[in-house]
């Protein structure tokens, strides 16, 4: 028998969520810790030091969230995992899976800014992909994520060949500052030549268009 995991840092866990992470009813679990270092991220506490953020073994998680157990069956919802990138965590992820087996869905927001392992081990007990995908255009991305966009659209091309399009979204955001309308039409069209076929475009809110 494989030891149990230790508990691990989340910046937050939101409950009763709707029509915004994935089908039905959900809760949301981010996790601590983030590849990138993206300009306007929402969510800094993800790359502050951990000392102070709750911390949950895969079983005290489900223990937690389990409360929401019949809203989730009703619905066909279940636990969207953000942070953060939550596939960083793809061991974690398992674990949960094992404890709330098929009666959850479980739905990823990921960069897919990590191991090539790490998407395929996640496809294993993932039902939903929200990419991030950011930008088409490497200078951009990296000047607004500080990453390698290559290494995400490779990881995306993966993740469709293992799985197809049917449970994958891909969010394409207008970054005021970084990109434009012409940038993410032409990042749409690579998706959809990839063969996406649920493309979320948007503006990103920052302190100058709010």
């Known amino acids: 028998m494989h030891p149990k995991m230790e508990a691990v840092p989340f910046i937050g866990i939101d409950r ?12 949301l679990a981010a996790f601590h810790g983030c590849p990138l270092r993206c300009k306007y991220c929402l969510n800094h506490r993800c790359l502050e030091a951990p000392e102070g953020l709750p911390r949950y073994t895969p079983q005290q998680l489900y223990d937690f969230v389990s409360i929401d157990n019949l809203y989730f069956i009703a619905t066909g919802g279940g636990i969207c995992f953000g942070g953060g990138e939550p596939l960083l965590k793809v061991e974690f992820l398992t674990e949960f899976k094992q404890l709330c087996g098929k009666s959850w869905n479980l739905t990823a927001e990921t960069s897919l800014q990590v191991p090539r392992s790490s998407v ?10 929200i990419v ?3 930008e088409g255009n490497p200078d951009t991305y990296r000047a607004y ?15 469709l060949s293992l799985i197809g399009p049917d449970h ?4 394409v955001p207008l970054i005021p500052g970084y990109n434009d309308e012409t ?11 990839m063969g996406v076929t649920h493309i979320d475009r ?9």
């Open 183 to 193: 940038a993410t039409e032409y990042t749409a069209k690579r998706l959809t030549s």
């Open 145 to 159: 994520t500080g990453g390698d966009c290559n290494h995400a659209w490779a990881n995306l091309e993966y993740l």
């Open 120 to 129: 395929e081990a996640a496809t294993k007990v993932i039902g939903d992909f």
């Open 132 to 134: 991030d995908i950011k």
């Open 16 to 27: 009763h969520r709707l029509g915004v992470d994935g089908v039905g009813v959900t809760t």
């Open 202 to 210: 948007f503006t990103y809110r920052t302190p100058e268009n709010s």
């Open 168 to 171: 994958i979204t891909v969010r």
